[in-house]
């Protein structure tokens, strides 16, 4: 990787400062003494200079208030300085010497105004420094005369090494780029038609999914220069140092062309105009309409250079960005899905020692919602579980436990709980768990169950989804309701009771008996969506209705669920006394447990 600019480290502290200050006034004494010299003054007692006017040898004098500027008769130049003397006068008119009075001038005044004036200058130019040095913005631009300069990295063609291989899943937005690679390629292709090059591409996703690495493997296969910067870089304290860089880092693109540059964080510049709170935001105005000018602008100065800019926040972008000529083609870069899961973590398993039981579709499967940052980081705390137990290969036992962390965070070990305690735990798991395993057909497949605390929680049920599910049915809907009430109910059921512990597991069921009312037309009040958030109100009667509709779903599926763990009271004591006693169960011993036939795997497509 080259850097497009020196950055000049900053070096130096107040004592630089001094010698400055002192450089400057010994240049003004030297100077100051030079053009008396150069003019050649001679300077005189007050005694001496009556002397002379009284032997007649003075032609003229000026006064200027205690200073006096003379030419003797031999056109020599003194100067000297008197006393209040009214008797001079006389002896000057006596002589006939030419006297003229001056006001006083400023001149000494003014010369110290300047030296101050320049003081200041010197000292506002350190402060910016230090500002620019501790604001750091990775790196910072060393000086104030810099500042105008773009601060993006520069990747060369032979130093990218990514191409669209290393980069796994985001098939779709792969797909989408491989267009822009050809017009990169072969423009006259697309001219030849008519068609325009496309200019800007925006890749959409969350953070960690990425884009960065989609946006550099485009360079790399296209084989042209990279300038990668980020949005945040633009802006500084100063108006229009953001436009100056949009500017120089356009420039610098077109010299290299064909190339490709990078935002990411677009939205930091690219907020719709007129959002920002309060000052400052001027220049990032400054900066978006620099950005978009010089997107108009090279659409009709040749050379193809693509930019392509990332956010997670389309929806905060001004209008004018995703205008025709500019960002007119998005490209989604979503969460992985199962089978992206599965690739993503064979590219991160390369670089580690896996224990070959270690089943990466498995790990794929029990990690929905992990980005790909995410899984690269599950696969790297394993290694570092494993290297702790100075073990040869990284388990699946490792990477199980690299999960449970990253979801639920740091088992808890110092926790002192009491028998009773762990008894309320071991059975609000274990009625979660005997649900799902009673509704097979509607339900994910069990995965484990513990009453180990992790992160605040006393206790998790963690199931597995086969495979990626695009349907959801009502009934499954209607078995996750019940999984999530299974909890409680059987610490009703075995204790008569109920603690406060269960708030998220009701907090869940809600949510999913909400949606089926409001969002699904999965309830009495028929196929109607009630969603003020999507412009589709609701009157104050419809509101109780669907109240009551949401409360009727859930005390129903209670009932049930109650019935249910009522009818298989055996299977709940046995599950939750193996719990008590071994703390974690995992699916394969509690189909043995509880004599069930263990899931057969659906067959992935
Ligand atoms: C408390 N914690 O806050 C105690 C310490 C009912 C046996 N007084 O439903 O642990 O009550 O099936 C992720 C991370 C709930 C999810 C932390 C859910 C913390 C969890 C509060 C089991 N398992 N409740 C459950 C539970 C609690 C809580 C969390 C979480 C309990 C219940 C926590
Ligand atoms: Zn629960």
């Not at 000292?123 to 005369?145: C, D, E, M, P, V």
């Not at 599965?342 to 794929?364: G, M, S, T």
């Not at 690269?376 to 579980?385: M, Q, V």
Request: proline share 4%; glycine share 8%.
């Amino acid at each position: 990787m080259k850097k497009l600019k020196q950055k000049s480290p900053i070096q130096g502290g107040p004592r630089n400062l001094v010698v400055a200050v002192l450089v400057i006034v010994g240049c003004l004494f030297v100077l100051t003494k030079l053009t008396d010299y150069t003019r050649q003054v001679q300077t005189l007692s007050y005694s001496s200079f009556l002397k002379r006017v009284n032997a007649g040898d003075v032609k003229s004098v000026h006064i200027t208030g205690q200073h006096v500027e003379g030419i003797f008769k031999n056109n020599e130049r003194f100067e000297t300085v008197i006393v209040n003397n009214p008797s001079l006068w006389e002896s000057l008119s006596q002589h006939n010497v030419d006297a003229s009075v001056g006001t006083p001038s400023n001149v000494w005044y003014l010369s110290f105004i300047g030296a101050l004036f320049l003081m200041l200058l010197l000292i506002a130019w350190y402060t910016i420094r230090q500002i620019k040095a501790a604001g750091g913005s990775g790196g910072g631009s060393g000086n104030l005369f810099s500042m105008g300069k773009s601060k993006a990295k520069l990747f060369m063609p032979s130093s990218i090494k990514v191409n669209f291989e290393h980069v796994a899943g985001a098939a779709e937005a792969k797909e989408e780029l491989h267009d822009v690679i050809d017009f990169l390629k072969n423009p006259a292709k697309y001219q030849r038609l008519g068609a325009k090059i496309p200019r800007g591409i925006l890749l959409v996703g969350e953070p960690g999914n990425g884009k960065t690495l989609l946006a550099k493997a485009v360079a790399g296969e296209a084989n042209c220069p990279f300038f990668s910067i980020s949005g945040s870089d633009f802006i500084e304290v100063f108006v229009g140092v953001g436009a100056a860089r949009v500017r120089d880092l356009f420039a610098q693109a077109r010299k290299n062309a064909p190339s490709i540059i990078f935002i990411d964080e677009i939205d930091a510049v690219g907020r719709h105009r007129g959002s920002g709170l309060g000052g400052g935001h001027d220049e990032r105005e400054q900066t978006l309409n620099q950005l978009l000018t010089e997107m108009d602008g090279f659409q009709t100065t040749g050379g193809s250079v693509i930019v392509i800019a990332a956010t997670n926040r389309p929806d905060v972008l001004d209008k004018a960005l995703l205008r025709p000529g500019r960002f007119d083609r998005t490209v989604f870069v979503p969460f992985p899905d199962l089978i992206s899961r599965e690739q993503i973590l064979q590219v991160h398993a390369k670089d580690i020692k896996l224990d070959p039981n270690v089943d990466l579709q498995r790990v794929a499967r029990g990690t929905t919602g992990f980005s790909g940052a995410d899984l690269g980081n599950l696969l790297n705390e394993a290694a570092i579980i494993a290297s702790k137990k100075n073990q040869e290969l990284v388990t699946m036992h490792d990477i199980d436990l690299a999960r449970d962390k990253a979801m639920l965070g740091k088992e808890n070990k110092t926790m002192r709980q009491t028998p009773e305690d762990l008894k309320i735990t071991a059975f609000h798991e274990a009625g979660h768990a005997l649900i799902r395993l009673l509704k097979p057909n509607e339900s994910d497949p069990l995965y484990k169950v513990t009453i180990v605390p992790r992160g605040g929680a006393l206790g998790v049920t963690h199931w597995m989804p086969e495979r990626e599910k695009y349907h959801q049915t009502k009934d499954e809907l209607i078995a996750l309701i019940m999984a999530a009430l299974g909890g409680r109910a059987a610490e009703e059921l075995v204790f008569n009771n109920m603690t406060t512990g269960a708030a998220s597991d009701f907090q869940s069921a809600t949510k999913i008996a909400h949606a089926m009312v409001c969002d699904y037309g999965m309830s009495d009040l028929g196929p109607v969506v009630y969603n003020p958030n999507k412009k589709l109100e609701f009157s104050a009667k419809t509101g109780a209705l669907i109240d009551e509709e949401i409360r009727r779903i859930l005390t129903t599926n209670y009932e049930k669920v109650m019935d249910l763990l009522r009818k298989n009271r055996d299977k709940l004591d046995l599950l939750a006394n193996k719990l008590l006693e071994k703390e974690t169960l995992y699916a394969s011993e509690i189909y043995e447990l509880l004599g069930l036939e263990p899931r057969i795997s659906h067959q992935l497509a």
